[in-house]
């Protein structure tokens, strides 16, 4: 079981879930998983991480490197695209959401 630094369920997801199948982690992939990548992490493995993400399902996918000031953007059938913008738009299960990169980066300047 892969725990993602954060993550995003669609509604429909949780559909016939109980009370006590949500009081603990669900056994479930996300629509939309994220990783931040942190001084202890391997950039190779965490991309594979991201990868199986998206092979069990998830819709979406963000890895989000703050020494490279990128977010890798992992989704079903496609390759993983680099984003070296201030702002990285959503899509698919969070179209419409705006990651303002910049601040992220801002928090890893020393």
């Known amino acids: 079981m892969l725990s993602p630094d954060a993550a995003y369920v669609l509604p429909?997801?949780?559909?016939?879930?109980?009370?006590?199948d949500l009081a603990r982690m669900p056994r479930?992939?996300?629509?939309?998983?994220?990783?931040?990548?942190?001084?202890?992490d391997s950039l190779v493995e965490t991309r594979k991480k991201m990868?199986?993400?998206?092979?069990?399902?998830?819709?979406?996918?963000?890895?989000?490197?703050?020494?490279?000031?990128?977010?890798?953007?992992f989704a079903p059938g496609v390759a993983p695209v680099a984003e070296n913008t201030k702002l990285v738009h959503g899509s698919g299960p969070v179209a419409g959401f705006v990651?303002?990169?910049?601040?992220?980066?801002?928090?890893?300047?020393?």
Not at 102 to 108: D, E, G, I, L
């Open 51 to 73: 990868e199986c993400g998206v092979a069990n399902g998830a819709l979406l996918g963000w890895l989000v490197d703050p020494y490279r000031q990128c977010v890798e953007v």
């Open 28 to 40: 479930l992939c996300p629509a939309f998983v994220v990783e931040l990548l942190s001084q202890s």
């Open 12 to 20: 429909e997801q949780l559909n016939g879930m109980t009370k006590a």
């Open 99 to 110: 990651l303002d990169a910049a601040s992220v980066w801002s928090c890893f300047e020393v």
